[in-house]
């Protein structure tokens, strides 16, 4: 899952970040709207985390823009401004859930999960195939019934090979998912991830790697 978080109080980005990232989520940070539209136009989100009151472009406008524009992310809009009326007009903007400070980064997280599920395909909380089981809230994976310890980059990785059920995932496609805007395309980062889940799934082995195309989980 790709988050984009929007904050301009740095500690509070940069926690949310991290908290997110343990969940082994790509996160990226912007500290003002205008960065935030800058990112949203180059980057595919699954969520953007918004802060309302944002420098520059205030948040309201960024989340119009969000909704107006091609991005397929869900908004979760983070602000102090709990009034019912407050919540409402955020709603009214196309936002997709609201969240007031203070808030449990747990319950975050959760509502992270649940937006992210919205941009895709209906997908069930719990991922199975080819004896592999992944709890994406739980952040456990089992291989025919054996705890399998992953990184948060194989985790991310695995999670968008069960997601597309059976298809071909671009390396391209994982680098966009499971890494944040500094990763180096040329790195090899996705085939050595590829090789280190291969390796902890354990025989038989159950990642495929169709040539010129990616990878898959038949």
């Not at 996160?27 to 969520?47: H, P, T, W």
């Not at 980059?153 to 059976?166: M, N, S, W």
């Not at 180096?184 to 790697?209: H, I, Q």
Request: with cysteine; net charge negative.
């Amino acid at each position: 899952m790709r988050v984009l978080v929007v904050e301009d109080e740095r500690l509070l980005a940069d926690a949310i970040a991290e908290w997110l990232r343990d969940g082994a989520h790509a996160v990226d940070l912007a500290y003002d709207g205008a960065s935030a539209l800058e990112r949203v136009g180059v980057n595919d989100y699954d969520v953007v985390v918004l802060d309302r009151d944002l420098p520059l472009v205030h948040g309201d406008d960024v989340c119009r823009a969000i909704v107006a524009g091609e991005s397929a992310a869900r908004v979760l809009m983070l602000t102090a401004a709990a009034e019912i009326t407050d919540r409402v007009d955020g709603l009214g903007l196309g936002a997709d859930d609201y969240l007031t400070k203070p808030f449990a980064f747990p319950e975050l997280a959760a509502r992270v999960r649940a937006l992210a599920r919205r941009c895709r395909p209906a997908a069930p909380p719990t991922l199975r195939r080819a004896g592999i089981t992944l709890d994406p809230a739980r952040r456990e994976v089992f291989r025919d019934g054996r705890y399998v310890p992953l990184a948060k980059k194989e985790f991310a990785v695995l999670t968008e090979l069960l997601l597309a059920d059976g298809a071909v995932v671009s390396a391209e496609r994982l680098l966009e998912k499971a890494w944040d805007e500094h990763a180096d395309p040329f790195t090899g980062a996705v085939r050595l991830t590829v090789l280190k889940l291969r390796r902890k799934l354990a025989d038989p082995p159950v990642v495929e790697t169709v040539k010129g195309a990616g990878y898959r989980i038949a």
